[in-house]
């Protein structure tokens, strides 16, 4: 069991490394993204350096590429145990290692070894990953967040906003004892919280390390 959970991990970091700025960028426009604006693989190049309409495609293609991953290992094991197959493979699609598989998407999109460690940002990897784990907290996160960017121009603004938004969210509505995420019913408790910021600190330090590497620090 420990061994399929550490492949599983793998398995999302090696996903994770999928670029989609780099693909969209050389499918639509011949481009090599590392060559242009900021350097970055990630939807905020694209769409301030390259094209609105195929910055706002990366960025949503993140946010399924890493939802739909984790969706996809979640119900295949769910309809592996439906089967009968032995063991129980329940502890495999646990909250725990949800989130274990979610970090390793987003590890592979900041830091590829596929592409020299030059990822993106990952802001849209990690909101696929939120949005699978806390459900509505994520939602009305990402409402707040189109707010301050076509509202009021804030983009970085956002961009900490959705790191850190959806983690308070979580630990407003577990207070509330409301708005459970329907995968993970155990999402009231502390200990669920207490994971979710984690979550957002590894968000933290791989953005602190894109930027470093940029020069911005």
């Known amino acids: 069991m420990i061994f399929v959970a550490i492949l599983l991990i793998l398995l999302s970091y090696w996903y994770g490394c999928f670029s989609t700025a780099r693909v969209l960028a050389k499918g639509f426009r011949s481009l090599n993204v590392y060559k242009v604006g900021t350097g ?6 694209i769409y301030f350096n390259i094209s609105k309409p195929l910055g706002l495609l990366t960025g949503t293609l993140d946010v399924v590429k890493s939802y739909g991953w984790l969706f996809l290992i979640r119900q295949t ?6 089967m009968g197959l032995p063991p129980d493979l329940s502890p495999l699609y646990s909250c725990n290692l949800m989130m274990l598989y979610g970090l390793g998407i987003l590890v592979g999109h900041c830091l590829p070894l596929t592409h020299r460690l030059r990822g993106g940002r990952g802001i849209f990897t990690y909101f696929g990953i939120m949005l699978f784990i806390t459900g509505w907290p994520a939602l009305i996160t990402g409402g707040v967040a189109l707010v301050l960017i076509y509202g009021f121009r804030q983009v970085r603004f956002a961009q900490y906003t959705t790191v850190i938004l959806p983690v308070m969210l979580s630990l407003l509505f577990a207070a509330l004892g409301i708005l459970k995420n329907q995968y993970f019913p155990e999402g009231s408790s502390t200990m669920f ?3 979710l910021v984690g979550l957002a600190i ?3 330090v791989l953005n602190f390390i894109v930027s470093k590497r940029l020069g911005e620090f």
């Open 77 to 82: 094991l769910i309809g592996m145990d439906r």
């Open 193 to 195: 919280i207490s994971k």
């Open 202 to 204: 590894a968000m933290g």
């Open 40 to 45: 970055l693989a990630d939807t905020e190049n």
